[in-house]
């Protein structure tokens, strides 16, 4: 467990002693350490809502009575592997995972069984959930469909819009991208331009600069995530458009700043419960470690609930 940090992904659960989720709990007995460790693997920790459900994690392994390590994979499978070997070297107990890749995670993840080490799988499920042991995530497509909702509540149900989803291989953008059309393909509201991003703001810029040159009278635009959104309510803003909407889904704190603001055409996000998905994902890995089974592939899914 001595190990020095390795290319600064990796911290203790001291990094976390100061942030916001430490509240969430009261302090662990003196006793704490002497469960073993679990590691929380996220994607990165400069996403708000992962920051949020790290710390949730963390926090609420504490309470349990566990130690805790916190690695990142920026969604580069590679690393992911490193994760695995790593956290196998540090013989922790258990792990709770938001993957990179639903499909191509699953190398890592079952290497970590192979060495008895029980995982349960957080936020992004993989394409075969079996391949953990349990799994936890937001009820994407009602996060969609409520955001859907509040998109033809500002826009109406007449006229274009354009949808700027996530990736295409991601099953998380797929079935956000189902739910948003189970509410508008119900309206009058003509999808005019499709394009998928990665979830990162500049590209959902990017992309919207560009659908907005081709089609500058569209009401707005539907996207995969907050950050494509965000990205999105900036180009509606260089390009002075007037009257358009941009809704979009995760309720992170870069979200909540625009929709205060008052003055950003970001005007709703299906917010996930990520806090909860990282407290539930440390309790049911508890639950593992102390003898309850889970049937294979089990999927648990959590409510979003509409910020506007």
Request: net charge neutral.
């Amino acid at each position: 467990m001595a190990r020095a940090l390795r290319h600064g992904r990796r911290s203790w659960i001291s990094f976390f002693a100061g942030l916001a989720a430490a509240a969430l709990f009261a302090s662990p007995p003196a006793h704490a350490a002497s469960k073993g460790t679990i590691a929380v693997i996220v994607p990165t920790l400069q996403i708000t809502v992962l920051q949020t459900e790290s710390q949730a994690a963390v926090a609420t392994a504490k309470k349990l009575g566990y130690n805790a390590i916190v690695l990142t994979h920026d969604f580069n499978t590679a690393k992911e592997l490193n994760d695995a070997e790593e956290i196998i070297a540090e013989k922790v107990v258990g792990a709770v995972w938001n993957v990179a890749d639903p499909a191509a995670s699953a190398v890592a993840v079952e290497k970590v069984r192979a060495a008895g080490i029980p995982v349960v799988n957080m936020d992004r499920v993989l394409t075969h959930p079996e391949v953990a042991n349990f799994s936890v995530e937001s009820d994407n497509f009602q996060c969609g469909a409520l955001a859907a909702q509040a998109f033809v509540a500002i826009v109406g149900t007449k006229g274009s819009y354009a949808e700027i989803m996530g990736p295409p291989h991601d099953a998380m953008a797929n079935t956000r991208s189902a739910g948003y059309h189970s509410v508008l393909d119900k309206t009058d509201l003509k999808m005019v331009a499709q394009q998928s991003a990665p979830y990162d703001r500049t590209r959902g810029f990017e992309l919207a600069g560009s659908i907005l040159q081709a089609h500058p009278d569209i009401l707005g635009f539907i996207t995969g995530n907050d950050s494509i959104g965000l990205g999105a309510a900036a180009a509606i803003k260089t390009q002075g458009g007037k009257n358009m909407a941009v809704v979009g889904i995760d309720g992170g704190a870069d979200a909540v700043a625009a929709l205060k603001s008052g003055d950003s055409a970001f005007r709703a996000s299906a917010a996930q419960p990520v806090a909860n998905i990282g407290i539930v994902a440390v309790e049911t890995l508890n639950k593992i470690l102390t003898g309850q089974k889970y049937a294979q592939g089990q999927v648990q899914r959590l409510p979003c609930t509409l910020l506007k």
